[in-house]
């Protein structure tokens, strides 16, 4: 069973940055990241692999958000640059060993807040 635990959400006004943590217990392929909007469904974010390779990351974010691993710490990050308004959800890590965009993940963490403010 892999244990996620995020941290780093919070309140950031437009234009500014947030780092988001995943502490990680091994045991799945992939760690990513999703988020869920008010009223909207989860989408994909980021992902990559714990050595760092098969990196992807939305056409919404591309540019301004980056998922990087510290194997040593066994921690993803999500820096989140030039936010938006419209990034302003619940921020999930995830793990797994498809690592699919598009199907479900099976691990999941409880979520962070982040707000962005116009």
């Known amino acids: 069973q892999v244990q996620l635990a995020e941290s780093g959400g919070g309140l950031v006004q437009a234009g500014g940055s947030l780092r988001l943590s995943c502490a990680a217990s091994?045991?799945?392929?992939?760690i990513g990241w999703f988020r869920q909007a008010p009223g909207k469904d989860r989408d994909f974010v980021a992902r990559t692999t714990w050595g760092g390779g098969r990196t992807a990351h939305a056409d919404s974010v591309k540019g301004r958000f980056t998922i990087s691993i510290d194997n040593a710490k066994s921690t993803a990050y999500l820096q989140m640059n030039s936010l938006k308004p419209e990034d302003t959800a619940v921020y999930y890590c995830?793990?797994?060993?498809?690592?699919?965009?598009?199907?479900?993940?099976?691990?999941w963490g409880q979520g962070t807040q982040v707000t962005v403010s116009s």
């Open positions: 995830a793990a797994s060993n498809h690592g699919s965009t598009i199907r479900p993940w099976e691990y």
């Open positions: 091994r045991g799945a392929l992939y």
